[in-house]
């Protein structure tokens, strides 16, 4: 009877720290083993967010004309990998001319987009 309630926290804190290190952890129980991945959409507690200003293109390198790796939609939410903003070519985008970039990672990719597509979320 004891493993009905040991199981379900085996597996919470299997999950727990999944979330603490965005990998893949593996909880066993008696006869069971169970295994959970992160998605791209939940993110470490310790993640910079930025929010999409307006939909724009991810970046091989901080250039417009780097090939995009996908679309980074207005509204939606990705982590800002490295934390600081770099400069790069410059663009013409969201309102602003600039040469300001910051490094993102969304839906499994991790690029560039100019830095005032994106705000910091509070």
Not at 37 to 56: D, G, H, K, L, Y
Not at 78 to 87: F, P, Q, T
Request: aromatic share 8%.
């Amino acid at each position: 009877m004891r493993f009905k309630f040991i199981a379900p926290a085996v597996a919470s804190a299997a999950l727990l720290g999944t979330a603490m290190t965005s990998g893949v952890a593996t909880a066993t129980t008696p006869g069971t083993a169970h295994t959970a991945t992160v998605s791209a959409a939940s993110a470490p507690a310790s993640c910079v967010r930025a929010q999409a200003q307006e939909s724009v293109k991810i970046r091989t390198a901080k250039k417009v004309s780097a090939t995009a790796l996908g679309l980074f939609p207005k509204g939606k939410t990705a982590c800002i990998v490295g934390g600081l903003a770099s400069k790069g070519g410059s663009y013409n985008l969201c309102g602003h001319k600039d040469n300001t970039w910051l490094k993102i990672s969304y839906a499994g990719n991790r690029g560039w987009i100019p830095y005032y597509c994106g705000s910091k979320e509070l």
